[in-house]
C-alpha cells in the first residue's frame, strides 16, 4: 500500500543529505498538508503522525535495501540513506513483505519487533485495510499538485504527460542504474529519481 511520505522522506534527505531527525521529518510532512484528517485529540494525532512517518520509513528502508542495496538508517535521532556502498554484514527478515518474501537487511537494523509493528496497520488506531487505503488516497490528493507532477515527470524525462506504469518503471530503473550511488552516481540526483518514482506510480494503482 502506497504512502505518500515515502516522497517526503526522499526530498528531505535531499535537503538534509547528512540525515535528519523525526522532528525534521514530521514538520515536513506538516508543510505538504497531508495530517488534516488526524484525531481531534492531540495525543492520538501525535501517535498517528508518528505511525504514519514511522510505516513510511520502514517500507522504504526494505524497498530501498531489496531493489537497490541502499540502506535507510530509521530511528527517531537519525534518518540517513548510506550510499557509501561498504560492505555490511546481513540479517534476514521472514515474512515482511506483502508476497512474504524474504528480506536481507544489514546487521545494524536489530530490532525485527519495532519494524513488525510499524508495518502492521491494524496497529494504526485499530484500522482496517480499508479505512487505511481511503485514509492514504487521502493523503495522496492533498500531496499531489500540477506542478510536482510535472516536476517528477521532468526528473524522470518522460515527455507524455499520461505515461503507463511500464514507461515509469522503464525510465527510472534506467536513470536509478546510472546515478546509483554504488556505480559512482551521485547520490542526490539518485534521491530525486527516486522521489519522482514515488510521487508518480501511485497516481496507477
Do not use: C
Not at 11 to 16: G, I, S
Amino acid at each position: 500500500m502506497n504512502n505518500p511520505i515515502t516522497a517526503i522522506i526522499l526530498a528531505t534527505l535531499r535537503k538534509y543529505p547528512q540525515g535528519y531527525n523525526e522532528y525534521t521529518l514530521i514538520q515536513a510532512i506538516d508543510a505538504a498538508g497531508i495530517f488534516g484528517t488526524l484525531d481531534s485529540n492531540v495525543d492520538v494525532a501525535l501517535f498517528q503522525k508518528h505511525f504514519l512517518a514511522m510505516n513510511a520509513l520502514y517500507q522504504l528502508q526494505m524497498t530501498l535495501w531489496e531493489e537497490e542495496a541502499l540502506y535507510l538508517e530509521v530511528s527517531a535521532l537519525r534518518i540517513h540513506l548510506d550510499t557509501t556502498g561498504s560492505d555490511m554484514s546481513q540479517v534476514t527478515l521472514e515474512g515482511t513483505t506483502k508476497n512474504k518474501t524474504k528480506v536481507t537487511l544489514p546487521e545494524q537494523s536489530r530490532n525485527e519487533a519495532l519494524r513488525a509493528y510499524y508495518l502492521n496497520w491494524s496497529h494504526y488506531n485499530e484500522a482496517d485495510e480499508t479505512s487505511v487505503r481511503h485514509l492514504l488516497n487521502s493523503f495522496w490528493e492533498r500531496f499531489l499538485n500540477p506542478e510536482q507532477r510535472t516536476m517528477a515527470l521532468n526528473t524522470l524525462e518522460i515527455t507524455d504527460t499520461e505515461p503507463t506504469p511500464v514507461t515509469i518503471k522503464h525510465q527510472f530503473r534506467l536513470l536509478a542504474a546510472k546515478h546509483h550511488p554504488d556505480k559512482g552516481g551521485d547520490p542526490d540526483s539518485f534521491i530525486a529519481i527516486r522521489e519522482a518514482y514515488e510521487i508518480l506510480l501511485p497516481t496507477h494503482s
